[in-house]
């Protein structure tokens, strides 16, 4: 694997601008997360007439994120004080380290990143993961996320953009021990653009997710 780390899906000519219209887009399926087992924006309130075991949904059971020591994150995404707005940086938090959790244990189907994703970009992850394992390396290093801007609809989906620094993270090698690494270029910077949707346990899952590496807008 000469290149530094490919990106979850196949990358796509994106604009920041056209990012951010896919809010309009994947009314199809789910979404993802970030921070405690608590997920915030979860519905709570209820009818005054009822009984709070009544109308609080009970919380999914979330897969367990264990990772190696060695491969670190470093979330730039704030609080935003909306309370779904934040359940949505929660969850597509956790599928970001769900899908390192599964490049690093090897297992391209792994239930945790399939938990928090659906559809094209639970089909993408697993190529991405594939060929982590085709190569026997997993990743190492921190990986900074920065510029985070979420839309949430009435319809129950939401629009994440974000941006990526892979510039401190690299691929490690599983037989030799090795980590490959390379010199920072524009492409260590990728702009990522998400369509999630809050299935029937609460969770907010990922259905779409697509790329543009060295954009303009992620450049520090």
Known sequence: MNRRRPTLLAALTLTATAALTLSACGSDDDSPAKGSDKIAGADTSGDPSTSPSET???????????????????????????????????????????VDMAIAEQDPLHKAYRFYSEGEAAAGSEKYIRDFVDHKARTTGVTRYYKESVTAKEDGTAALVYCEDQSKAFNKFLES??????????????????????????????????????????QP
């Open 56 to 98: 609080a949904p009970a919380q999914p059971e979330r897969p367990e994120i264990a990772l190696p020591t060695d491969v670190t994150y470093k979330f730039e995404w704030g609080k935003t004080g909306d309370a779904v707005k934040d359940a949505v940086l929660h969850d597509a938090e956790q599928r970001i380290r769900a």
């Open 177 to 218: 021990g090795k980590t490959d690494v390379t010199s920072v270029t524009k492409d260590s910077y990728v702009l990522y653009a998400s369509t999630l949707r809050k299935n029937s346990k609460g969770v907010w899952v990922t259905e779409r997710l697509v790329s543009e590496r060295g954009s303009a807008k992620c």
